[in-house]
């Protein structure tokens, strides 16, 4: 069965985000109700401390050494989880806009995934290659301002430019941002701005 993977990044139960993810998901489900959808809410669901063995286990690869026991059972758990993505023909990212950029949780994922002879490999005469295949991905991304220009009242946002650039390291290029904001402050640019996101994952989801 196909597979769409969404990971879920914000813990709030009033999550703009989510809110959004859920009009998308639900107009995808009617286009595709053949498609399985994996969830997984970083929050939530276990992701490893990136210390000790699975540290090591990083450093190991890019020195070219082979795994210790401890080293290989550490890294399996980053291999679970990064093919749980890679094995999706779509990606759907609902994410909060936290200090600019993305919350601790998700840059805790990505760090975990992240891996040389996992979903990147470095060549010495070509540079860095990435291992994932490219797939159709939308990125969801809540912020209390309005960051349509890329700032807001002198401040910047980071979170699309880091994600991207994450992104096309491991091989996802097709990536559509779907910004909400803002999600704070006068009911009626919050209102305008949930409306058009709302609209506007609708028209994507039917031909995702
Ligand atoms: C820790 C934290 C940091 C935040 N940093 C920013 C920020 O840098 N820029 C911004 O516009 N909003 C910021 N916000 C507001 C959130 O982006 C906003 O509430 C958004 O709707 C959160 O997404 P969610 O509704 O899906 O949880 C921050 C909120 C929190 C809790």
Request: charged share 25%.
């Amino acid at each position: 069965m196909p597979k769409l993977f969404h990971l879920l990044c914000s813990p709030r139960a009033d999550s703009e985000s989510l809110a959004a993810a859920r009009v998308f998901l639900d107009r995808f489900r009617k286009a595709r109700p053949d498609w399985d959808i994996d969830e997984m809410n970083v929050w939530r669901d276990h992701l490893p401390e990136f210390e000790g063995y699975i540290l090591e286990a990083k450093y190991a690869r890019i020195g070219g050494k082979s795994f210790t026991e401890s080293q290989r059972d550490a890294f399996a758990i980053a291999e679970r989880m990064a093919v749980r993505f890679a094995l999706a023909e779509r990606v759907l990212i609902s994410t909060p806009m936290w200090n600019f950029g993305i919350p601790y949780k998700l840059k805790h994922w990505i760090d975990v995934i992240s891996q040389p002879g996992l979903t990147f490999r470095f060549d010495p005469a070509r540079g860095y290659l990435p291992l994932v295949k490219d797939r159709p991905t939308v990125v969801i991304l809540a912020s209390g301002g309005d960051f349509a220009t890329g700032m807001n009242r002198g401040r910047v946002d980071l979170a699309t430019p880091y994600l991207r650039e994450a992104l096309r390291f491991i091989g996802v290029r097709d990536v559509q941002f779907v910004p909400i904001g803002p999600t704070s402050g006068p009911d009626e640019p919050v209102r305008i701005a949930r409306d058009g996101a709302h609209r506007r994952l609708a028209e994507l989801a039917t031909r995702f």
